[in-house]
């Protein structure tokens, strides 16, 4: 793999000390790993206080409400195909014991929820090697998905990114108003159908029927030049964004119900089944890579 250019400076000192060991495996924990994640709509970037157009079927206006979403089991992929753990950093505010949370919301026009600052990045750690691909899951691992919030070291700490003691966290919240849905259109992913604690326990679930944790897997990328990207324009394309099905209990939206039709389309693009869906679903293409 080639040397990444944050080691340039570092080996040109020690090629002029006349020091060895100069290199990309130079360091005795690894090398830094920084992924960038990029939100777009379309062509354009994903902002706070804009108002976009032209999306889901009915081509409507989206002005953002909420854009978050968690990743754990993070992995680097090497040449010959061999996966390897990537060491998040422990930052204790967006990285903490192998999850991640991605903030793209501000607080500027309708991002009234979260916080003002926002996080872009996955950083880490790996073994030096030549690295070919990414791969990771959406959401919080099932070990961590039942904690108690209200205490909870951050990144899982926001009440905001939590549904009840049940149904755990919101692995996914995109939020945006829309000209038909003017209270605005949701879509929280997370696992339904949890059951209570186990006997004996207050907290967690003794199981939840469906985990609804996508599997990314990310080719070609390149760490050194290649980011992320995560375009809602082509998310939403075959989904009426102004109006919620007419099926009774329902959320507007899609919050992960098994009996809402309003979520076959992106779930199938995040490569999860559905019951209502006809087939199986193919791999995801929400995540891409540029």
């Given at each position: 793999?080639?040397?990444p250019?944050?080691?340039?400076?570092?080996?040109?000192s020690?090629?002029?000390?006349?020091?060895?060991?100069c290199?990309?495996?130079?360091e005795p924990?690894?090398?830094?790993?920084?992924?960038?994640?990029?939100?777009?709509v379309?062509?354009?970037p994903?902002?706070?206080g804009r108002v976009?157009?032209?999306l889901?079927t009915?081509?409507t206006?989206?002005?953002?409400m909420?854009?978050?979403?968690y990743l754990h089991?993070?992995?680097?992929?090497?040449?010959?195909?061999?996966?390897v753990?990537l060491?998040?950093?422990q930052d204790?505010?967006?990285?903490r014991?192998?999850?991640?949370?991605?903030?793209?919301a501000d607080k500027?026009g309708?991002?009234?929820?979260?916080?003002?600052?926002?996080?872009?990045?996955?950083?880490g750690?790996?073994p030096?090697?030549?690295?070919?691909?990414?791969?990771?899951?959406?959401?919080v691992?099932?070990s961590l998905n039942?904690l108690d919030?209200s205490?909870?070291?951050?990144?899982?700490?926001?009440?905001s990114?939590?549904?009840?003691?049940?149904?755990?966290?919101?692995?996914m919240?995109?939020?945006g108003?829309?000209?038909?849905l003017?209270e605005g259109?949701?879509?929280?992913?997370?696992?339904?159908?949890c059951?209570?604690?186990?006997?004996?326990?207050?907290?967690?679930t003794?199981?939840?029927?469906?985990?609804n944790?996508?599997e990314?897997a990310?080719?070609?990328f390149?760490?050194?030049?290649s980011?992320v990207?995560m375009d809602?324009?082509?998310?939403y394309?075959?989904?009426?964004?102004d109006?919620?099905?007419?099926?009774?209990?329902?959320?507007?939206?899609?919050?992960s119900?098994?009996?809402d039709?309003?979520?076959?389309?992106?779930?199938?693009?995040?490569?999860l089944s559905?019951?209502g869906?006809?087939?199986?679903?193919?791999?995801q293409?929400?995540?891409q890579?540029?």
């Amino acid at each position: 793999m080639p040397l990444p250019r944050r080691h340039a400076a570092r080996c040109l000192s020690a090629m002029l000390l006349g020091t060895l060991g100069c290199g990309i495996g130079s360091e005795p924990d690894g090398i830094e790993v920084v992924i960038p994640f990029e939100a777009r709509v379309g062509s354009e970037p994903f902002a706070c206080g804009r108002v976009y157009s032209g999306l889901g079927t009915t081509g409507t206006t989206y002005e953002p409400m909420e854009y978050r979403l968690y990743l754990h089991d993070l992995r680097l992929v090497t040449a010959a195909g061999a996966e390897v753990a990537l060491r998040l950093d422990q930052d204790s505010v967006w990285q903490r014991e192998g999850t991640v949370l991605l903030d793209f919301a501000d607080k500027s026009g309708l991002c009234t929820n979260g916080t003002q600052a926002t996080n872009h990045l996955v950083r880490g750690r790996a073994p030096a090697g030549e690295y070919t691909g990414v791969r990771f899951k959406v959401g919080v691992p099932a070990s961590l998905n039942h904690l108690d919030a209200s205490t909870a070291p951050a990144p899982l700490n926001d009440m905001s990114m939590f549904w009840s003691w049940r149904s755990g966290y919101l692995f996914m919240r995109i939020e945006g108003r829309t000209e038909g849905l003017t209270e605005g259109h949701f879509m929280h992913l997370g696992s339904t159908n949890c059951a209570p604690p186990p006997e004996g326990q207050t907290q967690g679930t003794a199981g939840c029927e469906f985990g609804n944790r996508p599997e990314v897997a990310l080719d070609a990328f390149d760490l050194e030049r290649s980011k992320v990207v995560m375009d809602l324009k082509a998310f939403y394309a075959g989904t009426n964004l102004d109006v919620n099905a007419n099926v009774p209990n329902t959320a507007i939206g899609c919050m992960s119900q098994p009996t809402d039709p309003d979520c076959i389309d992106v779930f199938a693009r995040l490569g999860l089944s559905h019951p209502g869906q006809p087939q199986a679903p193919g791999p995801q293409s929400f995540f891409q890579v540029e």
